[in-house]
């Protein structure tokens, strides 16, 4: 039985909590929030002991791993500690607003002899390793373009929700960092690393944040390819557009939305096309999930990332989303603010 701390009691934690209680090896024993009333009330509601100390937290002999919810610009801090406490962690999306910062954050990981995990749960849809296995078995050819798509919407009342949301300390970013990285996460897990950028971003729909909430970037990657990444959070929606993958080559297309193919196609068809097809085809209206609504979400996503992180611990193998994997999207974000601060020169990530 593992016994999990949730650091950070805000909307993401909620579905940490219920991850962890539907895993039956695990068990939420513990959370911890600067405000007592915050957990209190989150104990309550999931059955474990509030702190608002957090070395008497880190230290309890009933957490053996710490999953880290507080906002993106205060993960090294907390995580830190942790290890230092011998806490193996897992850390919300992104790991760090900096690749500098997640390295000090995998050195004190490493130094420490724990586990460090990412969220990055798309990742583990059955239609993600579907869509990479193609890859892998070369189905599309040569590779011509890789693009993601995020066009969501958040309201003004999201940003001012948190002192913290839209500021370049601690949300390291805007649309592309907060919104757009678990599809660019999944970019570059099923095609590989990003070698330059060429970006722009823009501030069109909200006020009183510091960080972009449009953004656009063209991609060169490592094998060749070419792509394109539009993130936003100004393209309203009542219901939200799903973020989208889109993988096209001389012998074949796929365009994911979220966890749903809405084109499977290849020049040279296996007896198994029409039955991925048939059963992870994209549902007409379906609605993006956490497009317009960041509480729309289902937990057995996130159910799924914990489960391979029990399996690495139980195995003594490698999380699929380790440190160095958590610090790819980051690498690539920051390549992309740097460019967009130059007025769309070319860096290299």
Known sequence: MYRFGIVGAGMIADFHAQAINAIPNAELTGIYSRSIDKANAFAQKHNCTPFDDYTAFINSPNIDIVTICTPSGFHLEPISAAAKAGKH???????????????????????????????????FNVSSQLLKKALQ??????????????????????????????????????????????????????????????????????????????????????????????????CWSKSGHPAEIQITGSQGSVFMSDDKFRVWEFANETAHDDEIRQQYGLNENEAGAGAADPSAIDFVWHQRNFEDVLHALENHTQPLVDGFEGRRSIALLNAIYRSAAKGGEKEFV
């Open 137 to 234: 078995q070369g189905r599309f050819g040569k590779i011509a373009m890789a693009d993601a798509y995020i066009k969501w919407w958040r309201t003004q009342e999201y940003y001012e929700s948190g002192a913290w949301r839209g500021t370049w300390k601690l949300d390291g970013g805007g649309a592309l960092t907060n919104q757009s990285i678990h599809t660019i996460d999944l970019l570059l897990y099923v095609m590989g690393d990003v070698k330059s950028v060429r970006a722009e971003t823009r501030l069109v729909a909200h006020k009183g944040i510091e960080v972009e909430d449009v953004g656009i970037a063209m991609l060169e990657f490592e094998n060749g390819a070419l792509g394109v990444i539009q993130g936003s959070t100004a």
């Open 89 to 123: 962690i897992i850390c919300e999306k992104p790991l760090e607003v900096t690749a500098e910062r997640v390295d000090e954050m995998i050195a004190a990981c490493t130094e420490n002899n724990v586990m460090l995990a990412g969220i990055f749960p798309r990742r």
